[in-house]
């Protein structure tokens, strides 16, 4: 049995030092002890010294002024050595490039990963500047809310499908879906035409249009989205004018996949 087999002890200092380093995120990257020892469900005792271990190492910054802790240095030079993702994102990189430029919005690669959407790449349009909270490579979201995230759950087989929709699923606005009933009858409908257009459901005044990137047995292997201002996305006759664009990456993409 190799290494990670299941059947090997875990430590349990390692552990909980996994589960602070978990505990930031997008909209949690300045975290005060008493918030890491609530999110991380460790005592302060532990919190503290966990926190000061990982801090010789650079893996944690403390500000002084603030008296939060962030995310160090440390953390970032692991990142070019992180081997998930990389052929997809290689791949997709020049259609998701051109994306950006021909549509004027931000684009976007997620991936299915241990029951949420996994960000793999983005690329800002040159010409857009909103001061927003965007997802960015390593962001996780729940299927239920953004255009890329939802083709996601849409093409899950639909035990996996049913296993996420179990789980607890984010709100970020109050048109956020969250009831498995209604995610499941729009995942239907999302596979039917091919496409979704989710509004307002990460973050109100945006919408996100995304397609699936299929491999050549036709099944899921990634989602293209992008997202810019609701009033961008100009519809005629019930479907995103944009729609053609990503429909053109995410082909481009899974060709890229077949004959690479």
């Given at each position: 049995m190799g290494e990670t087999g299941g059947s090997l002890s875990k430590v349990r200092a390692v552990e909980r030092a996994m589960a602070l380093l978990r505990a930031f995120g997008?909209?949690?990257?300045?975290?005060?002890?008493?918030?890491?020892?609530?999110?991380s469900g460790l005592d302060k005792g532990t919190t503290r010294?966990?926190?000061?271990?990982?801090?010789?190492?650079?893996?944690?910054?403390?500000?002084d002024t603030t008296k939060t802790y962030s995310l160090g240095a440390g953390i970032l030079l692991l990142m070019p050595a992180v081997q998930y993702g990389n052929d997809l994102r290689d791949v997709a990189a020049p259609a998701l490039t051109r994306l950006a430029e021909?549509?004027?919005?931000?684009?976007?690669?997620?991936?299915?990963?241990?029951?949420?959407?996994?960000c793999l790449d983005r690329v800002k349009s040159p010409d857009l500047h909103i001061?927003?909270?965007?997802?960015?490579i390593g962001t996780r979201v729940s299927l239920n809310h953004s255009g890329g995230p939802r083709v996601l759950l849409?093409?899950?087989s639909a035990e996996e499908r049913a296993k996420v929709l179990q789980g607890p699923l984010e709100r970020p606005t109050t048109?956020?879906?969250v009831d498995p009933v209604a995610l499941e009858r729009a995942a239907t409908q999302i596979r039917e035409r091919g496409w979704e257009f989710a509004v307002d459901t990460y973050t109100l005044g945006m919408s996100a249009l995304?397609?699936?990137?299929?491999?050549?047995?036709?099944?899921?292997?990634a989602s293209i989205s992008v997202a810019t201002l609701t009033p961008q996305f100009v519809i005629k006759n019930g479907v995103p004018e944009m729609l053609g664009l990503l429909?053109?990456?995410?082909?481009?993409?899974?060709?890229?996949?077949?004959?690479g």
């Amino acid at each position: 049995m190799g290494e990670t087999g299941g059947s090997l002890s875990k430590v349990r200092a390692v552990e909980r030092a996994m589960a602070l380093l978990r505990a930031f995120g997008p909209t949690t990257a300045r975290l005060s002890l008493a918030e890491l020892t609530r999110l991380s469900g460790l005592d302060k005792g532990t919190t503290r010294r966990l926190l000061q271990t990982l801090a010789s190492g650079d893996f944690i910054e403390f500000d002084d002024t603030t008296k939060t802790y962030s995310l160090g240095a440390g953390i970032l030079l692991l990142m070019p050595a992180v081997q998930y993702g990389n052929d997809l994102r290689d791949v997709a990189a020049p259609a998701l490039t051109r994306l950006a430029e021909r549509s004027g919005a931000t684009s976007f690669l997620w991936t299915y990963f241990d029951g949420s959407a996994l960000c793999l790449d983005r690329v800002k349009s040159p010409d857009l500047h909103i001061d927003t909270r965007w997802s960015g490579i390593g962001t996780r979201v729940s299927l239920n809310h953004s255009g890329g995230p939802r083709v996601l759950l849409a093409y899950l087989s639909a035990e996996e499908r049913a296993k996420v929709l179990q789980g607890p699923l984010e709100r970020p606005t109050t048109s956020t879906v969250v009831d498995p009933v209604a995610l499941e009858r729009a995942a239907t409908q999302i596979r039917e035409r091919g496409w979704e257009f989710a509004v307002d459901t990460y973050t109100l005044g945006m919408s996100a249009l995304g397609v699936p990137v299929l491999d050549r047995n036709g099944q899921l292997v990634a989602s293209i989205s992008v997202a810019t201002l609701t009033p961008q996305f100009v519809i005629k006759n019930g479907v995103p004018e944009m729609l053609g664009l990503l429909q053109t990456a995410a082909a481009e993409v899974s060709a890229r996949l077949r004959t690479g």
